[in-house]
């Protein structure tokens, strides 16, 4: 289902309105007022900079979380917004909200793995579509970030301009995780085995899943 759109009478709308509605929640239609099921679920962002272990620990998760979660990769809607400052990344940052809240319909929170920061995610109406969105964020060591994004393969366009920035990301993860709104809790894989970063990261998302 497309959360935007109104089952009654198919008006799109760019900021969604979800209620209470008894022991539940309802989708809203500011214009005609239909009103139908929604559920409102959690949304984890397991997020740091690029070379911290996401998408590896993401395909761990996949089993580690099969029976109560949906994990997606966020670089399957990649689009050259994220890369060029003259591109529209708030449509991607849209976007993606908008697909796990429809995911979630399912009965199913989405664990989101991919580059975000809650000033990314917080601002946008979508937001309305969760009833929180958790934040892990992966880090590690900056000579040890630089070492991993020099050893991705050259398709990944890992350049010396690209790696810098991502360090400084990466210390402006470590500096202010405490300081978001929400916060961000932060997980080191410098040293740590895939395996263990995807036990931790899966207790983590099962001790914030609705009972």
Known sequence: MNP?????????????????DGAGTVLACVSCGHREPFRRLPLFALTGPSGTGKTT?????????????VVVE??????????????????????WLRLAASVAQ????VVLCGTVAPPQFETWPERVLFSDIHYLALT??????????????????????????????????????????????????????????ADVVARWVRSLLPR
């Not at 809607?77 to 991607?92: I, K, Y």
């Open 106 to 109: 399912n009965g199913r929170p």
């Open 4 to 20: 935007m759109i109104c089952a009654g009478c198919g008006v799109w709308t760019d900021e969604p309105r979800v209620l209470a």
């Open 57 to 69: 620990v993401g395909r761990l998760l996949v089993d580690r979380l099969r029976d109560r979660c």
């Open 140 to 197: 590690c060591a900056p000579e040890v970030l630089r070492a991993r994004l020099r050893d991705r393969p050259a398709w990944r366009g890992w350049d010396d301009g690209r790696i810098e920035e991502m360090l400084g990301f990466n210390d402006w993860v470590r500096a202010t995780a405490e300081r978001t709104s929400p916060p961000m809790r932060l997980l080191d894989t410098t040293q740590a085995p895939v395996a263990a970063t």
């Open 74 to 95: 966020q670089d399957l809607l990649w689009v050259g917004a994220l890369r060029d400052p003259s591109g529209d990344s708030a449509a991607f940052r849209r976007t």
